[in-house]
């Protein structure tokens, strides 16, 4: 954020101009702060499109050219759809919005102008943004202002990430065992993307027992909601293994705990989050030597097989984990991404370590590849594919493939749990929180102490719960509590209630919800209130 609001270097003192939407203020510079009711950033997202077809600001060359779904089309039945533009056009003016969002009508159309007048313009959203049981819709919604905008595949705009051209792997040789595996129920998922489904899945798979369960970077009964679903879920296991270089909540209660090696301790290649499209591996090199017996986490997989002999030992015959990284590398050398690529793996392996990874140089400014991996080559803005998933729902909305935004859904009864909780990650929120790394949760996350738990509330609603700034309060939530120091600021939305996620008691007030096309946890959809302790 910094170097973005820098002045830049051409001399013409111009700077990435940054408008935060969101209920909490942010602790970043930023040049405007609007305050959004949790959950509705979908319906601004299709007020600011109204506004951009409305008053003429799209980029009609690059929809023509680039954009599926924007006019009307015909689906694969023959039936005419209205289209994009119909529906935002309709539905969607500020003035319709206004009492959703809780932004002016004449806020939204400046917001508008000003995409399309003081570009390139990005509009990004986060998970935070997403986090509500209309996430993918409102995500879908966002990512086509920039198709609007003509900000796709374009220098200054959001670039489709493409990925090296690693080799893949022989295929595993796979026994009767493996074969009948294959066909029971999969949920394995990567930490960031866990879903609230997943210890229901584990509880209800087909009536199957789940024998040995792997946990690797996730801590769901200190970082999920619905705690006691996630621990009847472990118990109902008969073998839990934790691999883990912490002793987390959830290591504590595994039966087994393999403790995997530091970052700092690791080699790895990894795929960086590039933000130019092109495809970038960073390259992961040991700087300490392990200070306790402990391996990366693929080392223990290749042990594990070669102990379990036969087709899984055939399987898996490299004798370390870099060793079956590096054989993938080869790809990069046989594909049409390798430029001037070195001779061989060894000396690709020498550049990287040099280097501190490889990349591809990203395309030249101002070019627009106009090349997109969907069926029809462009942006869809109504996605035939989303629709076909769908099934039967899609065919009563107004224009299929794009979800019409709807309100979130709250859990909480209003008049007595009156607030709306946004829990958000602070700045030394980690992959699994903070509580089993004392030196990030002394780093103060507003003001003060920063040990104690806090709730930012609004002054309007401080005042109303009787409640003065540094006060002691207890946040009450219809499945739980949480006691916590009152830090009343003008930097929360008034009927918010904005807490840090990683401390203690926090995730416990969060009703366990989702978005039913996604599985992406809600974590905005729950209420609270607050009264003063004495």
Same mark, same amino acid.
Request: aromatic content about 8%; charged content about 20%; glycine content about 8%.
């Given at each position: 954020?910094?170097?973005?609001?820098?002045?830049?270097?051409?001399?013409?003192?111009?700077?990435?101009?940054?408008? &935060?939407?969101?209920?909490?203020?942010?602790?970043?510079?930023?040049?405007?702060?609007?305050?959004?009711?949790?959950?509705?950033?979908?319906?601004?997202?299709?007020?600011?499109?109204?506004?951009?077809?409305?008053?003429?600001?799209?980029?009609?060359?690059?929809?023509?050219?680039?954009?599926?779904?924007?006019?009307?089309?015909?689906?694969?039945?023959?039936?005419?759809?209205?289209?994009?533009?119909?529906?935002?056009?309709?539905?969607?003016?500020?003035?319709?919005?206004?009492?959703?969002?809780?932004?002016?009508?004449?806020?939204?159309?400046?917001?508008?102008?000003?995409?399309?007048?003081?570009?390139?313009?990005?509009? !990004?959203?986060?998970?935070?943004?997403?986090?509500?049981?209309?996430?993918?819709?409102?995500?879908?919604?966002?990512?086509?202002?920039?198709?609007?905008?003509?900000?796709?595949?374009?220098?200054?705009?959001?670039?489709?990430?493409?990925?090296?051209?690693?080799?893949?792997?022989?295929?595993?040789?796979?026994?009767?065992?493996?074969?009948? !595996?294959?066909?029971?129920?999969?949920?394995?998922?990567?930490?960031?993307?866990?879903?609230?489904?997943?210890?229901?899945?584990?509880?209800?798979?087909?009536?199957?027992?789940?024998?040995?369960? /792997?946990?690797?970077?996730?801590?769901?009964?200190?970082?999920?909601?619905?705690? =006691?679903?996630?621990?009847?879920?472990?118990?109902?296991?008969?073998?839990?293994?934790? +691999?883990?270089?912490?002793?987390?909540?959830?290591?504590?209660? !595994? @039966?087994?705990?393999?403790?995997?090696?530091?970052?700092?301790?690791?080699?790895?290649?990894?795929?960086?989050?590039?933000?130019?499209?092109? *495809?970038? +591996?960073?390259?992961?090199?040991?700087?300490?030597? *392990?200070?306790?017996?402990?391996?990366?986490?693929?080392? %223990?997989?290749?042990?594990?097989?070669?102990?379990?002999?036969?087709?899984?030992?055939?399987?898996?015959? #490299?004798?370390?984990?870099?060793?079956?990284?590096?054989?993938?590398?080869?790809?990069?050398?046989?594909?049409?991404?390798?430029?001037?690529? $070195?001779?061989?793996?060894?000396?690709?392996?020498?550049?990287? =370590?040099?280097?501190?990874?490889? #990349?591809?140089?990203?395309?030249?400014?101002?070019?627009?590849?106009?090349? %997109?991996?969907?069926?029809?080559?462009?942006?869809?803005?109504?996605?035939?594919?989303?629709?076909?998933?769908?099934?039967?729902?899609?065919?009563?909305?107004?224009?299929?493939?794009? $979800?019409?935004?709807? *309100? $979130?859904? /709250?859990?909480?009864?209003?008049?007595? %749990?009156?607030?709306?909780?946004?829990?958000?990650?602070?700045?030394?929120?980690?992959?699994?929180?903070?509580?089993?790394?004392? #030196?990030?949760?002394?780093?103060?996350?507003?003001?003060?102490?920063?040990?104690?738990?806090?709730?930012?509330?609004?002054?309007?609603?401080?005042?109303?719960?009787?409640?003065?700034?540094?006060?002691?309060?207890?946040?009450?939530?219809?499945?739980?509590? &949480? =006691?916590?120091?009152?830090?009343?600021? @003008?930097?929360?939305? !008034?009927?918010?209630?904005?807490?840090?996620?990683?401390?203690?008691?926090?995730?416990?007030?969060?009703?366990?919800?989702?978005?039913?096309?996604?599985?992406?946890?809600?974590?905005?959809?729950?209420?609270?209130?607050?009264? =003063?302790?004495?």
């Amino acid at each position: 954020m910094r170097a973005a609001r820098a002045p830049a270097a051409d001399g013409r003192g111009r700077r990435l101009r940054v408008t &935060c939407v969101s209920p909490r203020r942010p602790n970043c510079p930023i040049d405007e702060w609007i305050a959004i009711a949790p959950g509705a950033y979908g319906a601004l997202a299709l007020s600011l499109a109204h506004v951009l077809a409305r008053d003429g600001l799209v980029d009609w060359d690059f929809v023509h050219d680039h954009v599926f779904g924007f006019a009307a089309w015909r689906n694969q039945a023959g039936y005419e759809q209205p289209g994009f533009e119909a529906l935002v056009r309709a539905e969607y003016a500020p003035d319709k919005t206004k009492d959703v969002t809780g932004i002016p009508p004449l806020t939204v159309t400046r917001l508008a102008h000003a995409l399309a007048e003081q570009g390139p313009a990005v509009v !990004a959203s986060d998970a935070s943004a997403a986090g509500a049981s209309n996430g993918m819709a409102t995500a879908m919604a966002m990512l086509a202002l920039n198709g609007l905008l003509g900000n796709l595949e374009r220098a200054g705009g959001v670039w489709l990430q493409r990925e090296a051209a690693l080799s893949d792997w022989e295929a595993p040789t796979v026994d009767p065992v493996a074969a009948r !595996a294959s066909a029971a129920p999969f949920f394995g998922m990567p930490g960031c993307l866990l879903g609230q489904n997943q210890a229901q899945s584990i509880l209800h798979t087909h009536n199957c027992r789940v024998h040995v369960l /792997f946990l690797h970077g996730v801590d769901p009964l200190a970082t999920l909601p619905d705690r =006691k679903a996630w621990a009847w879920a472990l118990g109902t296991a008969s073998t839990v293994v934790s +691999l883990s270089a912490w002793l987390d909540e959830t290591a504590q209660q !595994a @039966d087994i705990v393999l403790p995997v090696s530091l970052p700092l301790e690791s080699w790895d290649v990894v795929r960086s989050a590039g933000g130019t499209g092109e *495809p970038v +591996l960073s390259l992961r090199q040991p700087v300490i030597v *392990p200070l306790h017996d402990t391996r990366p986490v693929g080392d %223990f997989i290749l042990a594990l097989a070669a102990r379990m002999g036969g087709s899984v030992a055939q399987s898996f015959p #490299w004798k370390s984990y870099q060793e079956a990284v590096t054989a993938r590398l080869q790809g990069l050398l046989d594909s049409s991404d390798q430029g001037d690529a $070195p001779e061989d793996v060894n000396s690709l392996l020498a550049d990287m =370590k040099e280097k501190g990874g490889w #990349w591809r140089e990203p395309a030249s400014a101002g070019a627009t590849t106009g090349a %997109f991996p969907t069926p029809s080559h462009k942006f869809e803005i109504c996605s035939p594919a989303i629709a076909e998933s769908m099934g039967e729902e899609a065919e009563a909305w107004p224009c299929q493939g794009l $979800p019409p935004w709807e *309100p $979130p859904r /709250f859990s909480g009864d209003p008049v007595q %749990f009156p607030l709306q909780l946004v829990p958000y990650r602070p700045v030394p929120f980690v992959e699994n929180g903070m509580s089993f790394m004392p #030196w990030l949760d002394e780093l103060p996350l507003v003001s003060g102490d920063p040990w104690p738990v806090r709730a930012e509330l609004n002054p309007a609603d401080a005042a109303r719960s009787g409640v003065a700034d540094g006060d002691r309060v207890l946040v009450e939530s219809p499945i739980g509590s &949480c =006691k916590a120091i009152a830090q009343v600021s @003008d930097g929360v939305r !008034a009927g918010v209630v904005a807490m840090a996620l990683g401390k203690p008691g926090v995730v416990g007030l969060v009703v366990p919800d989702e978005d039913r096309w996604s599985g992406a946890i809600a974590w905005q959809g729950t209420r609270l209130r607050v009264r =003063k302790l004495s």
